[in-house]
């Protein structure tokens, strides 16, 4: 390598140096911008969680208000989009409870689901459960008179029946003590 004269090795040092200044000005500043950007950035994705955590907590109450009865269902474009996130935020033992409940729901028989179905009605209207309570405390009392009153008149038909062997023993005692069967029908 041949040297390079002085003035020369002046120069291009001053043209470097100014070179660096330059690229070190611009680098703070393109530094200044992209800290500028990042904060920007995370105000921005701030104000989104925000904005998403409100949407979902507007869904839930949503969801609480179509709970009740006689409330129309009507879902749009917007419910759907946050159904899914309000599902996410629960409990994810929930969300495995209820996928779990809903398994053993499909694997039920038509009897066994027909049957959870009216006891799910029954227990959850206070009509309902009071209509079931009398109706199976009817039945059972007529259940109970029934078997008092068959109880009753199987005692009886015995009592007569024991009367009756007694009547005819005595009866064959007191006519026919010799045997003679002949004046058996008296």
Not at 12 to 31: D, G, K, P, T
């Amino acid at each position: 390598i041949a040297p390079f004269p002085e003035g020369q090795v002046d120069s291009l040092l001053s043209i470097i140096s100014s070179q660096r200044e330059r690229f070190r000005a611009r680098n703070q500043e393109l530094e200044g911008e992209n800290r500028m950007m990042q904060h920007t950035v995370q105000a921005l994705q701030s104000e989104l969680d925000n904005l998403r955590a409100d949407n979902i907590k507007l869904y839930e109450k949503i969801k609480f208000l179509q709970s009740y009865p006689g409330r129309g269902s009507s879902r749009d474009d917007t419910e759907l989009r946050y159904s899914s996130q309000y599902e996410e935020r629960l409990d994810p033992f929930s969300s495995f409870s209820r996928k779990e409940r809903q398994r053993k729901y499909l694997s039920l028989s038509p009897w066994d689901k027909a049957t959870l179905s009216m006891g799910r009605l029954i227990l959850s209207n206070k009509t309902a459960r009071t209509i079931a309570f009398f109706y199976t405390l009817f039945l059972h009392c007529l259940v109970f008179l029934v078997l008092y009153k068959t109880a009753w008149s199987e005692s009886v038909g015995r009592d007569c029946a024991a009367f009756c062997a007694k009547k005819f023993a005595d009866h064959v005692h007191k006519f026919h003590e010799n045997g003679d069967v002949g004046d058996m029908w008296q």
